[in-house]
């Protein structure tokens, strides 16, 4: 399955790397944090369950995230 990675951030100290990834190209973006020395996936997000504006690590382990506002789904 083809993969759009972008907008790469690593975490103070380096241990951790997150980044947007798409399915496709017009796909809503979904967080995905990486262990940077294996590569194994350590966490990734639903673009299904929150709208995602922006992201930043606060710290060596805790990564904020901004969501933005969307319909409500009833």
């Known amino acids: 399955m083809q ?3 972008s907008d790469p951030k690593v975490a103070p100290g380096g241990a951790l790397i997150a980044l947007w ?3 496709c190209r017009g796909c809503p973006a979904t967080i995905v944090v990486l262990d940077a020395v294996s590569g194994a996936e350590r ?3 639903d673009p299904r ?3 995602l504006a922006g992201f930043a ?3 060596a382990q805790r990564l904020v995230l ?3 506002a969307t319909e409500a789904k009833t």
Request: positive net charge; without cysteine; glycine residues 6%.
């Open 3 to 5: 993969r759009w990675p």
């Open 21 to 23: 990834e798409r399915a």
């Open 43 to 45: 966490h990734r997000g």
């Open 49 to 51: 369950q929150a709208a």
């Open 57 to 59: 690590w606060l710290d």
């Open 66 to 68: 901004l969501e933005r």
